[in-house]
């Protein structure tokens, strides 16, 4: 593996390797445990992605925070519940591809592709290809290939965990009138009427291809989140009761982060023929508020 100066592998713990970003113009962390992006912070801001300081750093075990790649499905499984939530490849070691830089910022690839393991969960052949893009501002894309000789379906998403300094005071913007469904109560849609606020879990499917904007003011600062490849937009909040149900999740973290995430998920499912692809992307922008 050849890396550029800004970019370094760290073995963590025995067989756990994070490849260590410090580029003049943003540092992070990425595992090779999922390809989870782990931390990204542009130069001069705060860390913009939230890592749970209880997160189990083990080969095959899912990392609270960062942005864990949910694939090829979302949620619990579609007909196997003792099958993991959130699809297998983020409990995955992936294989470092190329992993490049220039004065803007570091890009990296990671692949990973059906093995006797994959297909004995799920039977068919596949080839992912994570590319992303660290600077100033934030890329991930996920290109999913059907390498199979059938074709077929899938769901997923890209769970971006985001910092915030005060989840009671934060929005998300962009979503007004966009209808959704509140995952953990039923499968009514609800109309969203002006911007989502947070005072209690919020664990939402809103049928949204748009571009949303984190408010934090208590942060001093919004974050710009879009993407392509996406019908579904969730965002999550455990609050209260459901973070002391996250082993990995300290229960007075729940106000410092929002969960918005990319995602094909519900009624937002893909079929590929053979050798068809799709892309599934997000963009990270941060914008410090004017005073
Ligand atoms: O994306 C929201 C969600 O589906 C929530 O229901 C919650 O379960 C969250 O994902 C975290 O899932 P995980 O499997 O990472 O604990």
């Not at 025995?14 to 992006?37: F, K």
């Not at 990296?108 to 297909?119: C, K, N, W």
């Not at 969960?259 to 941060?286: M, W």
């Amino acid at each position: 593996m050849t890396l550029p100066p800004s970019v370094s592998l760290v073995d963590e713990t025995a067989g756990y390797p994070i490849l260590v970003i410090d580029h003049p113009m943003a540092t992070g962390r990425i595992a090779l445990n999922g390809a989870h992006v782990m931390e990204w912070t542009p130069a001069g801001e705060a860390p913009v992605l939230y890592m749970s300081p209880l997160a189990e750093l083990e080969p095959g075990k899912a990392i609270r925070g960062g942005i864990p790649v949910c694939w090829p499905w979302f949620g619990g499984h579609p007909t196997e519940p003792d099958q993991p939530a959130h699809g297998f490849v983020r409990n995955r070691m992936w294989q470092v591809g190329t992993v490049t830089e220039d004065p803007a910022g570091i890009t990296l690839q990671f692949h990973l592709s059906d093995d006797e393991l994959s297909r004995s969960v799920w039977p068919h052949r596949f080839a992912l290809c994570l590319e992303v893009k660290m600077g100033a501002q934030f890329s991930i894309a996920l290109q999913i290939q059907n390498t199979d000789e059938t074709p077929w379906s899938m769901t997923g998403a890209l769970h971006t965990y985001l910092c915030v300094q005060d989840v009671t005071t934060a929005t998300v913007l962009g979503l007004d009138q966009v209808p959704f469904v509140e995952s953990r109560l039923s499968p009514e849609r609800i109309q969203q009427s002006g911007p989502v606020v947070f005072d209690r879990e919020v664990d939402r499917n809103y049928a949204s291809a748009d571009t949303l904007t984190l408010c934090d003011p208590s942060g001093g600062r919004s974050l710009i989140v879009s993407k392509t490849g996406s019908q579904s937009s969730v965002v999550w909040n455990p609050w209260i009761e459901k973070s002391k149900r996250l082993p990995d999740l300290p229960d007075d973290a729940y106000p410092h982060f929002v969960c918005i995430e990319a995602a094909n998920a519900g009624p937002d499912i893909i079929t590929l023929a053979p050798g068809q692809e799709h892309f599934l992307s997000q963009h990270l922008q941060v914008l410090r508020d004017l005073a």
